[in-house]
């Protein structure tokens, strides 16, 4: 059974930066999978923030085009989100996200901006 662990949210000031780490449990199949994070608030659906392919090529939505940057480490089954620039209404718990037959999601990181 895969399992994902993502590390690294925590609280920060508007303006500022966070770097969010998601590791896979198993490398078997981690370089051929695309990997996305996606975010959630309280009442609202999950929605994804930035995907990159097992290539590298990446995606991002609209919101956060130019301040985060989605990259993975196959050697240690390791995606990350460098998040610069932070805004209030960036807030929200981040899940990272694999696909592989089946979609895989992790436990969620909190990120709190403050204002």
């Known amino acids: 059974q895969l399992q994902l662990v993502e590390s690294g949210g925590g609280l920060v000031q508007a303006g500022g930066s966070l770097r969010l780490s998601c590791a896979a449990s198993r490398s078997t199949f981690f370089s051929v999978s695309p990997m996305a994070w996606y975010r959630q608030t309280p009442g609202k659906e999950r929605e994804l923030v930035a995907r990159?392919?097992?290539?590298?090529?990446?995606n991002y939505a609209d919101f956060v085009k130019g301040r985060f940057t989605i990259s993975r480490d196959n050697a240690k089954n390791t995606v990350f989100l460098q998040m610069n620039s932070l805004k209030p209404e960036d807030t929200a718990v981040y899940y990272c996200?694999?696909?592989?037959?089946?979609?895989?999601w992790g436990q969620g990181t909190q990120v709190t901006v403050s204002s």
């Open positions: 990159i392919s097992s290539g590298g090529t990446t």
């Open positions: 996200n694999l696909v592989y037959l089946i979609t895989y």
